[in-house]
């Protein structure tokens, strides 16, 4: 099985879940560190869909000024806009494999697609 994970490596959430794709038997893992390579609004909205969540639920909140810029009540264009242009806005980790797409937060959510 393939797995993608938007990674940030100074997250410790986004290690340990990197740490399970790793550990898991017959994983190929890609690691996307997405501060140096940001998807794109497109790309984005797609793992949200695939994860059944909206773009507002993957905003970063802690540690950003999402909240003043009032990116979790904007429309999803807007938030996917600013999450492409502006990545530390992402939260962390997103894993894609064949059975969908999750945002590993708490990190058991990957098990939910391996």
Do not use: F
């Not at 429309?75 to 806005?89: F, I, S």
């Amino acid at each position: 099985m393939k797995a993608t994970i938007w990674h940030n490596p100074k997250c410790g959430t986004s290690r340990k879940t990197l740490a399970v794709l790793e550990e898991s038997p017959d994983i190929d893992v890609t690691v996307i560190e997405y501060l140096k390579s940001p998807p794109t609004a497109d790309k984005l909205a797609q793992i949200y869909k695939d994860a059944g969540i909206t773009p507002q639920e993957g905003l970063r909140i802690r540690g950003t000024d999402a909240e003043e810029r009032d990116l979790p009540s904007a429309d999803d264009a807007a938030v996917l806009t600013a999450m492409a242009n502006e990545p530390a806005l992402i939260e962390r980790p997103l894993v894609e494999t064949d059975k969908g797409a999750r945002l590993c937060r708490p990190l058991d959510k990957v098990h939910e697609i391996l």
